[in-house]
């Protein structure tokens, strides 16, 4: 597995939840790490980015100034903190790598398994 996301679970409103997600150093390594997520029967959608060295940041207009993508390359591990979760945040979340920006799927070409986030109101 080269990557895995772990972290979900279940939380209330208002709550806040820490994904990680490691990688193997090969696919890690001068990369820009984004976490995506899908709804029930909706697509998969852009959340966060991260370039490697941590310095630039992006952000879809629905998480931001709630959710903070950070990487630590040491450890092979992004992470995205969220908070003031909504129950609109409630679905699948994925860790992918590209290697140049991107928001769209097409550009991430390693993908994690996925871990479920539910936000209960």
């Given at each position: 597995?080269?990557?895995?996301?772990?972290?979900?679970?279940?939380?209330?409103?208002?709550?806040?939840?820490?994904?990680s997600?490691?990688?193997?150093?090969?696919?890690?390594?001068?990369?820009?790490?984004?976490?995506?997520?899908?709804?029930?029967?909706?697509?998969?959608?852009?959340?966060?980015a991260?370039?490697?060295g941590?310095?630039?940041?992006y952000?879809?207009?629905?998480?931001?100034?709630?959710?903070?993508?950070?990487?630590?390359?040491?450890?092979n591990?992004?992470?995205?903190?969220?908070?003031?979760?909504?129950?609109?945040?409630?679905?699948?979340?994925?860790?992918?790598?590209?290697?140049?920006?991107?928001?769209?799927?097409?550009?991430?070409?390693?993908?994690?398994?996925?871990?479920?986030?539910?936000?209960?109101?």
């Amino acid at each position: 597995v080269q990557l895995q996301a772990s972290g979900g679970g279940l939380v209330q409103a208002g709550g806040s939840l820490r994904l990680s997600c490691a990688a193997s150093v090969r696919i890690f390594s001068s990369s820009v790490m984004g976490w995506f997520r899908q709804a029930p029967g909706k697509e998969r959608e852009f959340v966060a980015a991260i370039r490697w060295g941590g310095e630039r940041t992006y952000y879809a207009d629905s998480v931001k100034g709630r959710f903070t993508i950070s990487r630590d390359n040491a450890k092979n591990t992004v992470y995205l903190q969220m908070s003031i979760l909504k129950p609109e945040d409630t679905a699948v979340y994925y860790c992918a790598r590209s290697s140049v920006y991107s928001r769209s799927i097409n550009e991430y070409n390693y993908w994690g398994q996925g871990t479920l986030v539910t936000v209960s109101s």
